[in-house]
């Protein structure tokens, strides 16, 4: 039965049984299921490693460090538009195994909390704010490039004769 209480049937459109739909859709789900919790360390090192090299530019050459802060806020807008991609293709599957599951159904819909796929949507508006930041910072930080105090010279002393 369906949620609208009416029999679902066992074959659908070009003779495909439906147990066959569902453990397809099921595998599908599974391998996205585990995607989606090893793209955020994907998206960490990259932008990690943009952030690393942004600040190890700064001393170097301002323009390169400004360069890269705003790649890795295009980056994180990016990232924005493919997890939000991803997550709708993990809802269909998601909803459609509801469908086929009925009353055995597992889910957290609807939640107060939101969802994976909205929490690394959101950290990574962050990090798009924190690129911007670090673009502006590079941007506003003075041209000139701090030299380190040099090392204090102790004078060579004579060698002291016994007379």
Known sequence: MNEQGEPVPRVVEGGVKLSDIYREQYAHFRSM???LYKIPPLFTVALGGLWYFATSQMRVD???AIGVFV???ILSLAF???IGRFGRAFNGYLDNLNKLDGDYKVTIKPSKLPSTVKTIQYLL???AAVSL???GYAAASSSTIP???ANPTIPAMAPVCPQ
Do not use: E
């Open 62 to 64: 301002k323009a390169i």
């Open 147 to 149: 030299q380190a105090p």
């Open 80 to 82: 924005i538009n493919i």
């Open 71 to 73: 790649f890795g806020a």
């Open 125 to 127: 508006w962050v990090g």
């Open 33 to 35: 299921n585990d995607i």
């Open 133 to 135: 930041v670090g673009a």
